[in-house]
């Protein structure tokens, strides 16, 4: 196959993978603390990241097992540094306690969760979205959590920017969902944008707020279900933070009416964020042959194939599901009640 290079045009592009991007939106998004132990095909972020750890003043440790990972990364958070762990379906099992203790201590953390065969072992180097039940149920009792999977090099950047936002605006575990065919992949894509990212940490006291407060409770039932977070250190912000059930000031409790206003007060946390929260727009004509309802790495063959269709006059849309949780229920269902035929494709044994 015989080969030349042209300059197409001048616009400055850039050649990463998926997980690479993952990195420099975490890095983009002030990650302070990265925490994680090696494991297929999550490893090139621990790579990246530690490749970059001198030159963005981040702490990147390779701890001894993911369940260090978690809870080290949580006590960063908890500190006030934008933390990150990244692992694949085996390590998340094992970081699955620790999860909890950052729904129950209401810790911001983002959790890269990056899927192969499994169970057990698997297939360490393959790929598949089985995991997806798995992330969005994983808990003792129920809690809420934001569970979003790009689908692109790009989306793995901006989705993780937003990850990190999303986690301190609601204090909550943030799970970034991707696979070993998105994260390990290479792709030559744009160079980011970078004008229009805010970054949002959320109801963060200072001690001039602490000041005006007659008494501070770190875990206050609010309407939104997100309470005032004052970070160690701060002047008037002392409190308890308990990984039991506990009432506003954050003592254990275990009176019924206790929990259950603060088990309330932090599933409000998901109706806030199914109003802010907005899944991108169907790609295509709504009124078209075939609609394809998918998520994650499956978008780029799936464009592929919509423009094959094409060549034998078949028009196809594409609806790529990015927010697993809270899930675009509204939008899923107009556009679903538009499609003539409905193909949903996913790299599962059960239709997930």
């Known amino acids: 196959f015989k080969f030349k290079l042209e300059k197409v045009d001048n616009t400055e592009r850039i050649f990463m993978s998926g997980n690479e991007a993952v990195s420099a939106g975490a890095i983009k998004a002030g990650c302070k603390f990265f925490a994680a132990y090696p494991m297929t095909p999550a490893s090139s972020i621990l790579h990246t990241m530690a490749a970059f750890e001198k030159s963005y003043n981040i702490v990147v440790k390779h701890t001894e097992d993911e369940i260090a990972a978690i809870n080290m990364a949580i006590g960063a958070s908890y500190a006030g540094a934008r933390s990150m762990v990244a692992t694949s379906g085996g390590g998340f099992s094992l970081m699955v306690e620790g999860f909890g203790l950052a729904a129950q201590t209401e810790t911001p953390i983002v959790v890269v969760e990056a899927q192969r065969p499994g169970p057990a072992t698997g297939m360490a180097t393959h790929s598949g979205q089985g995991d997806l039940r798995f992330v969005l149920h994983a808990?003792?009792?129920?809690?809420?959590?934001?569970?979003?999977?790009?689908?692109?090099?790009?989306?793995?950047?901006?989705?993780?920017?937003?990850?990190?936002?999303?986690?301190?605006?609601?204090?909550?575990?943030?799970?970034?969902l991707t696979d070993k065919y998105l994260g390990e992949s290479y792709i030559s894509t744009e160079e980011f944008k970078n004008d229009g990212i805010v970054i949002d940490r959320g109801l963060v006291l200072t001690e001039q707020d602490l000041e005006k407060m007659e008494e501070y409770k770190r875990y206050k039932v609010t309407e939104s279900g997100v309470s005032p977070r004052a970070l160690p250190g701060t002047k008037g912000g002392e409190h308890v933070a308990s990984s039991y059930e506990h009432d506003e000031e954050g003592f254990e409790r275990e009176e019924e009416e206790v929990r259950i206003a603060m088990h309330d007060k932090?599933?409000?946390?998901?109706?806030?964020?199914?109003?802010?929260?907005?899944?991108?727009?169907?790609?295509?004509?709504?009124?078209?042959?075939?609609?394809?309802?998918?998520?994650?790495?499956?978008?780029?063959?799936?464009?592929?194939?919509?423009?094959?269709?094409?060549?034998?006059?078949?028009?196809?849309?594409?609806?790529?599901?990015?927010?697993?949780?809270?899930?675009?229920?509204?939008?899923?269902?107009?556009?679903?009640?538009?499609?003539?035929?409905?193909?949903?494709?996913?790299?599962n044994k059960t239709s997930q």
């Open 139 to 176: 808990s003792t009792d129920e809690f809420p959590r934001i569970v979003i999977a790009p689908g692109d090099v790009d989306q793995c950047y901006y989705k993780t920017i937003e990850a990190f936002n999303l986690a301190e605006k609601y204090q909550l575990p943030v799970v970034v």
């Open 266 to 347: 932090r599933f409000r946390k998901m109706e806030q964020a199914s109003r802010g929260i907005k899944n991108p727009a169907v790609i295509g004509n709504g009124y078209s042959d075939i609609t394809v309802v998918s998520w994650g790495s499956t978008k780029g063959p799936i464009l592929d194939a919509i423009k094959m269709l094409e060549e034998d006059v078949i028009f196809a849309n594409f609806l790529q599901i990015i927010y697993m949780s809270p899930f675009p229920s509204e939008q899923v269902e107009e556009v679903l009640s538009l499609a003539r035929r409905t193909i949903i494709i996913e790299n």
